[in-house]
């Protein structure tokens, strides 16, 4: 049976606020203290995080199992042999980038932090594989002292609510400001969402400036010339439109702020959450990623994410959904172009057609009934009823409401706005923020390429076929009054790369456990030089491990070799081109290592993403005997 270890990393940055630990090493460890694996596994997390020391860990070489790398989202995965079915781990992490994090001339330290230990629980799941699911939020004084000490990385965490109401302000241009004795320096701006949340990401350069920069960078305090603080002294502007919001002074100023500031900001102008403003459609998001702060999207860039991730597979193109536009039923419809002008500006765009979405859920339509307080509710509660609204032309189930695509690709917002406590009304639509999901295969033809005859060891061109490169578009979202031949852009994605492309007739170590040809995302393929034309032969003294991995985006190769001594990390030789590593990895054995059978796994990333998740962590594996 195949045991799934399933994790994600988070890293909290305020009690409302955290983001996901995307593109770092997780590594898999054989518990280092055995006679308090029980006491370290239930401890609280929180005491049991901390930096591991140069002893320790040379201390943990020796009992490293796994190493996986967090996606997007910080998810992370490692696929164990059945014979840790009853081990508990050890699990560190090693920081090596932070989310918005601006390279500079700082080097970053090899920074590896031990999260916790755990004994699976697992769970057998219908395909025969035993599950386990782990979840790990980093607190808010280790992760911001990590991002702001080590990387430079400052934030700002905020939420603007009106002072006597509580209502939230959504789209509101929030401005922080630091507050200095020679002039003061703008942090950043940022707009709120829906919940009227906001962050400001920024570097110690934005407050540092005086007027010898970029020459001397310091800090001043307002009122205090010449003494130099550490923080900034930071205060709010917030406008929509020319309504002001929040209109703080140096005078409110926060003095000397940490690496994360968390505000909430108390506004005594009328929130435009009190049901008589509608909010205004965007499309926002592809996946959970906000495409104008998570990926490179702007006119020469790369499309990739911010973590250097392309897009595949289906994309879930999201954001605001209004029920009506100008007081009128509203509708929306998505374009997509690959043709750019001189200055880098999408051009001859085309409609995204009823064939290229999938069946989208965008909400439901909800009923609600008071019900009296009973046995098993001791106050007045509410009895929900729902259907969902799902865009589709296809058939849908007897709980769901059918939302059409037009042919021309037109989507008509589901107009049901009664009371939903109106038994005899038709319900309250509450849009759950997608708007359709892309089947981004059928945007242009993405064909296969044929790497028949391809051998371990050898570079992917080796067979005269190049590896694909990524295919860039943009997307925007249009909308208009139901109807009418006006429309309006409400969000544009102006770059987004995307890649498809799927590599075939590759055989894995044919001369022993052959398997393929096989239609892969990209080449992974490990086999052994000894092996080769004698699949059963013994290796005595040395192995010669021949590896291949490729992809346009090609993410860390790591190689193991599992024995009767446990598991051993094997060094990857840096060869090949960017997206093309290859070569030979070269194990001496001695006379004390045991007779026995050995496992070699390859493993390694296609840095591929849907935005909501990433393509799997792959692997090939060899056995041998000596």
Not at 483 to 500: H, K, Q, V, W
Not at 559 to 588: F, M, N, Q, R, S
Request: hydrophobic share 35%; proline share 6%.
């Amino acid at each position: 049976m195949k045991y799934i270890f399933r994790g994600n990393l988070l890293g909290y940055l305020c009690d409302d606020c955290y983001e996901a630990i995307a593109g770092n090493k997780v590594l898999l460890y054989l518990p280092l203290d055995q006679e308090r694996v029980t006491a370290n596994a239930v401890a609280d997390t929180k005491d049991t995080f901390h930096q591991v020391t140069d002893d320790e860990l040379k201390k943990k070489e020796k009992l490293l199992i796994a190493t996986a790398v967090t996606d997007e989202a910080g998810n992370f995965e490692f696929v164990l042999d059945e014979k840790h079915a009853n081990t508990a781990f050890d699990i560190d992490f090693e920081c090596g980038t932070v989310p918005h994090h601006i390279p500079g001339r700082k080097k970053i330290p090899f920074l590896q932090f031990h999260l916790t230990t755990v004994y699976p629980q697992w769970r057998t799941s219908e395909k025969e594989e035993a599950v386990y699911r782990f979840s790990y939020a980093i607190p808010s004084k280790w992760w911001c002292h990590i991002r702001g000490h080590y990387f430079d990385a400052w934030v700002i965490c905020g939420q603007i609510r009106n002072c006597e109401t509580g209502a939230v302000f959504p789209n509101v241009k929030v401005t922080a400001w630091d507050a200095d004795f020679i002039s003061d320096d703008n942090l950043g701006t940022a707009v709120t969402d829906a919940s009227g949340h906001f962050r400001i990401d920024y570097t110690s350069a934005k407050f540092k400036k005086t007027f010898l920069s970029p020459l001397i960078n310091v800090e001043t305090d307002k009122g205090l010339p010449l003494t130099f603080h550490s923080g900034p002294d930071v205060y709010f502007k917030a406008v929509i439109g020319t309504t002001k919001i929040v209109d703080e002074t140096a005078a409110n100023r926060r003095k000397n702020v940490g690496y994360c500031l968390c505000v909430d900001l108390c506004s005594n102008v009328q929130g435009p959450n009190d049901g008589t403003n509608p909010p205004i459609p965007a499309f926002l998001k592809i996946g959970g990623l906000d495409y104008e702060s998570d990926i490179q999207s702007h006119a020469g860039q790369s499309g990739l994410s911010n973590s250097n991730y392309a897009f595949y597979s289906t994309l879930r193109l999201n954001g605001i959904l209004a029920q009506k536009l100008n007081g009128v039923p509203m509708e929306y419809r998505f374009e997509y172009t690959n043709q750019y002008d001189g200055s880098g500006n999408p051009v001859s765009w085309v409609p995204v057609l009823p064939g290229q979405i999938a069946a989208t859920d965008i909400g439901y339509v909800e009923k609600a009934k008071l019900m009296p307080a009973d046995l098993f509710h001791p106050f007045p509660w509410y009895k929900f009823t729902y259907k969902y609204c799902i865009v589709t032309n296809g058939p849908v189930s007897a709980n769901q409401i059918q939302v059409p695509i037009a042919a021309d690709g037109w989507i008509a917002v589901p107009q049901q706005n009664d009371d939903p406590q109106n038994e005899l009304g038709a319900g309250l639509f509450v849009a759950n923020g997608n708007q359709i999901v892309l089947n981004s295969t059928t945007l242009e033809a993405f064909p296969p390429i044929d790497l028949t005859g391809l051998v371990a060891g050898n570079s992917s061109t080796s067979t005269g076929k190049a590896l694909a490169t990524d295919k860039v578009y943009a997307l925007r979202m249009l909308v208009r009054e139901q109807g009418s031949g006006t429309f309006f852009e409400a969000g544009r994605c102006t770059r987004l790369a995307i890649d498809n492309t799927l590599y075939n007739g590759m055989k894995h170590h044919p001369e022993w456990g052959a398997w393929g040809p096989t239609t892969e995302y990209g080449v992974c393929m490990v086999d052994i030089q000894q092996l080769i034309g004698a699949g059963c032969s013994k290796i005595t003294s040395q192995a010669d491990i021949l590896f291949t991995c490729a992809h346009p985006n090609l993410g860390t190769i790591s190689a193991t070799l599992t024995g009767p001594g446990g598991t051993e990390a094997l060094v990857v030789p840096p060869t090949g081109a960017t997206g093309d590593k290859h070569g030979t990895i070269i194990k001496t054995f001695t006379a004390s290592d045991p007779l026995c059978a050995y496992v070699v796994t390859l493993s390694t990333q296609y840095l591929l993403t849907t935005g909501d998740s990433s393509h799997p962590v792959v692997q090939d594996q060899i056995a041998f005997c000596r």
